[in-house]
């Protein structure tokens, strides 16, 4: 029996992007641990992936290319062979290209957060053919983009220094579930004696470890900014001299903050007044003392209308007080920022040769594929790729995206590892690769290491990795520019800059023995101001902003869902319904591991006892979850972690395995975010009703 120790990466969409060690006896991968060395990781998995293995060798495994036999969505396949699978597809997107190759779609966001696996040589294959671009909004566009205005770029406090904080707010995340790496430094900041405060409409697992807990309505957190910066600037708990030298705006700002009152913000946040201003005074005082306070921000705040602005709203907060001048200090949202990936390198947008295709937003991807040809839309839609990605499952007003997706003159081709929701409606059907079988290389939003995965194992059956497959859809399509010859390893090579300080000279074949390099950040990157913003500074006051039709002043915009907005519609409607990801899912990945779902349980629906009550609904009661664009059943837990007015349907069931055969998707909506043209899942009401 011969072992080896394989260094490898996460792939999955979570902030910690923890360095693996595959253990591999006889070419069988056995077990798959958290490499102890590795800071962030130290060793330590969740639970999801603790369970790889046993991921990447489920019986439900695709292996071999299929060809669809029955009616879209069925899901009834045919085993064919790999030159009968690509040639299908030539045959069908080569008239299309020649004609009009904007028609034809790619489907993809982060099944993989690769940089090899995720979007290289299948961008190369797009743009060489000029089909649509496909904006990829779906998670964190409207955050970002709040954030870039105040701040410049995804750049914030280093996860590895949280766990000397002496007060650590956590707004808009649950890191029990989805960032395991930052709530142990948070821990460990508790232990130090730090303060852990969570701003969540929801009571969840993280909350109810915190000292406090502050309950918002759903979309009111740019707001609860507001107001927090109104009592730090009247009871001057400010840190002026960083304001002065290191910010722009501040004098518009304190204007604007001027008429967030607490009695106003607490009314439109649905708290106490209390709340407010204990908050501001802990926060502000806490700093003007010179203790090192941060901000853990996540993308719960941003999936409502007004979600790019409640993060840039909350961005000001540390200019304000002088929080960036500690490594432990400022905010962290994301951390992508901080790598210098060659993304032009590795996607070659220069294939497109001058030509500007149209781009379609995955967040509306349910209107747009039942669209017909237009002036305004240019070509309907006639083919789709999806790779790394369950849109059925996963996009918002899932009915119209089942209903586009089984569009008999769709011609839709699904790279996948598990017949998925949306491989249902497949043509054609594509095994691919796991982490397990490829290389790869990796940055992260939650830490600052490059990271490389080794492949552990040969493929499992026909399975072919992402970029494989592109290259075979690229030769059968008579693609022969040489970059479509060039190897995972040539493409992982060429993805950082190692000319950038950040990089300390990356050189991949390194970085694949040691699995992990830190980048060379500044342990507090704007103590000294530096802002990479058009001023320099934290601008409080954006010009860029103005520029693109937004108020250039941190503000608030209401949802479009809610009684202060739209009265006639929450008579209807009178619950607010968010649907945050499950602990043992991640997004609709895990969802078919039968251990995973066993530990899960069922779909169910939290619901405050009162509203549950006025519903004479009980504990464990089935329930219909609906609106005007669709509805949902499941089980109610009546619990008060979701607050009166508020529903909580935690997600993403695959709709198969779905008692009803639906999930929370049926009643969100496509409208867009203020900014980013972002997805506004948590910005919808509902209304519960008891069935038998």
Same mark, same amino acid.
């Given at each position: 029996?011969?072992?080896?120790?394989?260094?490898?990466?996460?792939?999955?969409?979570?902030?910690?992007?923890?360095?693996?060690?595959?253990?591999?006896?006889?070419?069988?991968?056995?077990?798959?641990?958290?490499?102890?060395? *590795?800071?962030?990781?130290?060793?330590?998995?969740?639970?999801?992936?603790?369970?790889?293995?046993?991921?990447?060798?489920?019986?439900?495994?695709?292996?071999?290319?299929?060809? =669809?036999?029955?009616?879209?969505?069925?899901?009834?396949?045919?085993?064919?062979?790999?030159?009968?699978?690509?040639?299908?597809?030539?045959?069908?997107?080569?008239?299309?290209?020649?004609?009009?190759?904007?028609?034809?779609? %790619?489907?993809?966001?982060?099944?993989?957060?690769?940089?090899?696996?995720?979007?290289?040589?299948?961008?190369?294959?797009?743009?060489?053919?000029?089909?649509?671009?496909?904006?990829?909004?779906?998670?964190?566009?409207?955050?970002?983009?709040?954030?870039? +205005?105040?701040?410049?770029?995804?750049?914030?406090?280093?996860?590895?220094?949280?766990?000397? !904080?002496?007060?650590?707010?956590?707004?808009?995340?649950?890191?029990?579930?989805?960032?395991?790496?930052?709530?142990?430094?948070?821990?460990?900041?508790?232990?130090?004696?730090?303060?852990?405060?969570?701003?969540?409409?929801?009571?969840?697992?993280?909350?109810?470890? @915190?000292?406090? *807990?502050?309950?918002?309505?759903?979309?009111?957190?740019?707001?609860?900014?507001?107001?927090?910066? *109104?009592?730090?600037?009247?009871?001057?708990?400010?840190?002026?001299?960083?304001?002065?030298?290191?910010?722009?705006?501040?004098?518009?700002?304190?204007?604007?903050?001027?008429?967030?009152?607490?009695?106003?913000?607490?009314?439109?946040?649905?708290?106490?007044?209390?709340?407010?201003?204990?908050?501001?005074?802990?926060?502000?005082?806490?700093?003007?003392?010179?203790?090192?306070?941060?901000?853990?921000?996540?993308?719960?705040?941003?999936?409502?209308?007004?979600?790019?602005?409640?993060?840039?709203?909350?961005? @000001?907060?540390?200019?304000?007080?002088?929080?960036?001048?500690?490594?432990?200090?400022?905010?962290?949202?994301?951390?992508?920022?901080?790598?210098?990936?060659?993304?032009?390198?590795? #996607?070659? %947008?220069?294939?497109?040769?001058?030509?500007?295709?149209?781009?379609?937003?995955?967040?509306?991807?349910?209107?747009?594929?039942?669209?017909?040809?237009?002036?305004?839309?240019?070509? #309907?839609?006639?083919?789709?790729?999806?790779?790394?990605?369950?849109?059925?499952?996963?996009?918002?007003?899932?009915?119209?995206?089942?209903?586009?997706?089984? =569009?008999?003159?769709?011609?839709?081709?699904?790279?996948?590892?598990?017949?998925?929701?949306?491989?249902?409606?497949?043509?054609?059907?594509?095994?691919?690769?796991? #982490?397990?079988? &490829?290389?790869?290389?990796?940055?992260?939003?939650?830490?600052?290491?490059?990271?490389?995965?080794?492949?552990?194992?040969?493929?499992?059956?026909?399975?072919?990795?992402?970029?494989?497959?592109? =290259?075979?859809?690229?030769?059968?399509?008579?693609?022969?520019?040489? @970059?479509? *010859?060039?190897?995972?390893?040539?493409?992982?090579?060429?993805?950082?800059? !190692?000319?950038? !300080?950040?990089?300390? &000279?990356?050189?991949?074949?390194?970085?694949?023995?040691?699995?992990?390099?830190?980048?060379?950040?500044?342990?507090?990157?704007?103590?000294?101001?530096?802002?990479?913003?058009?001023?320099?500074? @934290?601008?409080?006051?954006?010009?860029?902003?103005?520029?693109?039709?937004?108020?250039?002043?941190?503000? +608030?915009?209401?949802?479009?869902?809610?009684?202060?907005?739209?009265?006639?519609?929450?008579?209807?409607?009178?619950?607010?319904?968010?649907?945050?990801?499950?602990?043992?899912?991640?997004?609709?990945?895990?969802?078919?591991?039968?251990?995973?779902? !066993?530990?899960?349980?069922?779909? &169910?629906?939290?619901?405050? %006892?009162?509203?549950?009550?006025?519903?004479?609904?009980? &504990?464990?009661?089935?329930?219909?979850? +609906?609106?005007?664009?669709?509805?949902?059943?499941?089980?109610?837990?009546?619990?008060?972690?979701?607050?009166?007015?508020?529903?909580?349907?935690?997600?993403?069931?695959?709709?198969?395995?779905?008692?009803?055969?639906?999930?929370?998707?049926?009643?969100?909506?496509? =409208?867009?975010?203020?900014?980013?043209?972002?997805?506004?899942?948590?910005?919808?009401?509902?209304?519960?009703?008891?069935?038998?």
């Amino acid at each position: 029996m011969t072992t080896t120790h394989v260094r490898a990466a996460c792939p999955h969409d979570c902030p910690d992007t923890c360095a693996l060690i595959v253990t591999v006896e006889n070419g069988v991968a056995t077990e798959v641990k958290g490499d102890p060395d *590795h800071p962030p990781t130290a060793g330590v998995l969740c639970t999801k992936v603790a369970r790889y293995a046993e991921r990447t060798y489920h019986p439900d495994r695709l292996l071999y290319p299929l060809r =669809r036999v029955g009616k879209k969505g069925e899901g009834k396949f045919e085993r064919i062979s790999w030159d009968e699978a690509l040639d299908t597809i030539a045959a069908k997107l080569k008239p299309i290209a020649a004609r009009a190759p904007e028609a034809i779609l %790619p489907y993809s966001y982060a099944g993989t957060m690769g940089l090899v696996q995720g979007e290289s040589m299948a961008q190369r294959f797009f743009h060489q053919l000029g089909a649509s671009l496909l904006d990829r909004t779906i998670c964190a566009t409207a955050g970002a983009t709040g954030y870039r +205005y105040t701040v410049g770029a995804s750049i914030g406090t280093d996860l590895e220094q949280f766990q000397d !904080a002496k007060l650590i707010i956590i707004w808009g995340g649950n890191p029990i579930a989805s960032n395991l790496h930052f709530w142990t430094r948070a821990q460990a900041a508790k232990r130090n004696g730090a303060k852990l405060i969570a701003i969540d409409p929801y009571r969840s697992l993280t909350a109810e470890k @915190c000292h406090q *807990h502050i309950a918002p309505l759903p979309g009111t957190d740019a707001a609860l900014a507001l107001g927090l910066m *109104h009592v730090l600037i009247a009871e001057d708990l400010l840190d002026h001299e960083y304001i002065a030298d290191y910010t722009i705006g501040y004098e518009e700002l304190k204007q604007r903050a001027a008429e967030w009152t607490p009695a106003r913000t607490a009314e439109t946040c649905g708290i106490m007044e209390d709340e407010v201003v204990q908050l501001a005074r802990l926060y502000g005082g806490m700093a003007k003392a010179g203790e090192p306070v941060a901000i853990r921000v996540n993308y719960g705040v941003q999936r409502v209308k007004g979600g790019g602005m409640s993060v840039r709203n909350i961005a @000001c907060l540390p200019a304000l007080v002088g929080a960036w001048r500690h490594p432990a200090g400022g905010v962290q949202l994301s951390s992508s920022g901080s790598f210098p990936t060659n993304k032009a390198k590795l #996607q070659r %947008p220069d294939l497109l040769a001058g030509r500007t295709p149209r781009t379609i937003n995955m967040s509306t991807i349910g209107d747009d594929l039942l669209k017909p040809s237009s002036p305004e839309f240019g070509p #309907q839609v006639e083919a789709v790729i999806v790779y790394n990605s369950n849109p059925v499952a996963v996009a918002p007003e899932s009915p119209k995206v089942a209903q586009g997706f089984a =569009r008999e003159d769709l011609f839709t081709v699904v790279l996948e590892h598990f017949q998925t929701d949306t491989a249902d409606y497949a043509d054609i059907v594509l095994p691919a690769t796991t #982490q397990l079988e &490829h290389v790869d290389t990796h940055t992260s939003y939650g830490h600052l290491y490059m990271m490389a995965n080794n492949a552990a194992i040969a493929p499992m059956g026909e399975a072919k990795p992402n970029t494989e497959i592109f =290259r075979l859809l690229a030769a059968r399509m008579g693609m022969d520019d040489p @970059c479509f *010859h060039e190897s995972d390893d040539e493409l992982a090579a060429q993805a950082f800059n !190692a000319q950038d !300080a950040r990089a300390i &000279h990356f050189d991949w074949e390194s970085l694949k023995r040691n699995g992990w390099q830190k980048l060379n950040m500044p342990a507090a990157p704007f103590a000294l101001g530096g802002f990479p913003t058009p001023s320099g500074k @934290c601008e409080f006051y954006s010009a860029a902003m103005q520029a693109d039709g937004l108020d250039p002043l941190p503000t +608030y915009i209401a949802p479009y869902e809610s009684a202060a907005s739209n009265p006639e519609l929450a008579k209807r409607y009178p619950l607010a319904m968010i649907s945050p990801p499950a602990r043992n899912f991640l997004n609709s990945s895990f969802v078919n591991v039968s251990s995973l779902r !066993a530990t899960e349980g069922e779909p &169910h629906l939290d619901i405050h %006892p009162t509203d549950a009550a006025a519903r004479a609904i009980e &504990h464990g009661d089935m329930v219909r979850i +609906y609106n005007d664009r669709g509805s949902f059943a499941c089980k109610a837990r009546v619990t008060d972690k979701a607050r009166a007015g508020l529903v909580v349907g935690l997600s993403i069931w695959w709709k198969k395995l779905a008692g009803d055969g639906k999930n929370a998707n049926e009643v969100t909506s496509q =409208r867009l975010t203020d900014m980013g043209r972002a997805p506004t899942f948590y910005d919808t009401l509902v209304q519960v009703e008891k069935v038998s």
